[in-house]
DNA sequence: AATGCAATAT
DNA sequence: AATATTGCAT
């Protein structure tokens, strides 16, 4: 079998991008600063739609805030021309910040805590997994990731538990790699179990969990990836220019496979080197379509709904 | 400046 | 419980 790749990227192409699926990640990254830039009370608990197994028959429209694009914190926060989708989110009015934060707002406000949904996580562990354990570290992943609002330390402080979680798992299950269910599990400590809810709800690459020994067999030329995305050194570039850079850089190690160092030696999937051209999705400007869709979580966890995104078929 | 990691804080 | 933050050693 030949080491193609760019198979595996054919279908990470399928489940991955489409800015629409961040749209729900996004949105409970509203950042403060904006959020005060317009004069609406601080959102403090903004509720995030996480759903589980049951839960209120309406589904969290889609009502709030849509996207917030880049824009995040300039300390100086410029004023920025009004969305043209008003916050009229009338969730909740707890009021916070009425003391004075007229002057001083962007500059000593604290963004909401990031929730790591399924989806969110599904992002990291792609990235992740296309980085290789080497190359994966947080501001690398993050910029892969290009969500926007995602901070460096919010990757970093997610990839440490990640990183403790897979230790857990090289020491117990080898086999639970295809569906992420730890099936037999028996050992998990109360703090451990909490952690592996999340990380269980996705597929964990199975070189994650055992120390790959390369074959000097083949080896790779290297590729200078960060050629595609020297231009923006920002973290807060539009979604659009990252989605656009990281097909750059598909086509790039979609060939020849990924950086030196990245241990890929993925046996599975064989197919034949598909054409990757996907086209550039602009902005995600219009209404998301929410579906209910089992992911088959596998293993002996039983069956848990996830909130996902299809892609409006742009292609 | 980034990273990894443990401990700790919220 | 789930993330964030901090301290310290690379």
Redesign the pocket.
Known sequence: MREEDSNWFSRWEEELPSPEELMPITQTLITPDLALAFDIRTPNNNNNN?NTTSNSPTPQPPNSLPTLSQSVPPPSSAPSPPPSQPFSSDLDSAELGSGAPGDEPARTL????????PQ??KRFVDAVAHLGI?N???????QLMSVDGL???????????Y??YLKRMQGLSSGGGGGGGNGGGGALS??D??????FASAPVPHHFLHPVRPNSDHFLPFVPVAAALQHHHNQQMAAAAVVAAQQQYHRQVGQFGSPPGGQYEHGFLARQPQPVHRMVVPVPAHSPTYVEDLDSPVGGGGGRKVLTLFPTGDD
């Open positions: 996480n604290k963004r909401p805590r990031l929730v790591w949904t969110l996580h080497k994966a570290v947080p501001k690398t992943i993050m901070t460096r330390e919010n990757v970093a402080s997610h990839l440490q538990k990183r403790l109360a703090a179990a909490a952690t592996d809810h999340l």
